[in-house]
């Protein structure tokens, strides 16, 4: 199978079930924007790998490949807007354990972090500059995912608000972790 397919030359692209829609169709641009906070986590989790001199971080590289794919499927169901696929494809699921998974994760980093008493501004050490990036990319997300018609399913709207919280939650452990200080406003 080739890489290209010249279906999308005209500036269309297809969605989960045929139906042809233009490249910049509010629904491609939801999903698009959960793409690149996808590949904004690679660039985190590569950031990650490449640090040799900092303490472990096995725990929020291995919970960045499961949201990786988390995200994969959330964007399977933005794709899908009359649920086609969803009861077909097991891996394009998401269920409450997902967020409820996100949470667990947040108050196991968050009891090893100080007390947040200010707003702080987004940088540190370059991993975690790179998931302030993809929070912000995540909100941009959400923003596209709710004002979507048909109106996506609440769970899917849940699981991107937790995730960008848990990126907050991570930044903030990876400049713990390495001793990068948070800069306060």
């Not at 690679?42 to 988390?70: C, E, H, N, T, Y």
């Not at 009861?87 to 947040?106: C, F, M, S, W, Y």
Request: glycine share 8%.
């Amino acid at each position: 199978m080739k890489i290209y397919t010249r279906t999308g030359d005209a500036g269309e692209t297809s969605l989960f079930g045929g139906t042809r829609v233009s490249k910049s169709d509010v629904r491609v641009d939801a999903y698009g924007e959960v793409d690149e906070v996808n590949a904004l986590l690679g660039v985190a989790l590569a950031s990650l790998s490449a640090r040799a001199d900092s303490p472990g971080f096995a725990d929020i590289a291995g919970a960045i490949v499961k949201i990786q794919r988390d995200l994969f499927a959330l964007g399977a169901r933005l794709a899908d807007p009359n649920d086609r696929i969803s009861p077909r494809v097991t891996k394009a699921v998401l269920q409450n354990a997902d967020v409820e998974g996100l949470e667990q994760l947040i108050d196991r980093l968050e009891a090893d972090l100080p007390p947040l008493t200010h707003f702080i501004l987004p940088g540190g050490a370059e991993p975690a500059a790179a998931l302030h990036l993809a929070r912000t990319v995540c909100r941009r997300a959400e923003r596209r995912m709710v004002a979507l018609q048909p109106a996506v399913h609440e769970l899917l709207i849940r699981y991107i608000n937790r995730l960008s919280d848990l990126l907050f939650v991570m930044a903030r452990s990876v400049n713990h972790r390495t001793g990068a200080p948070e800069i306060t406003w």
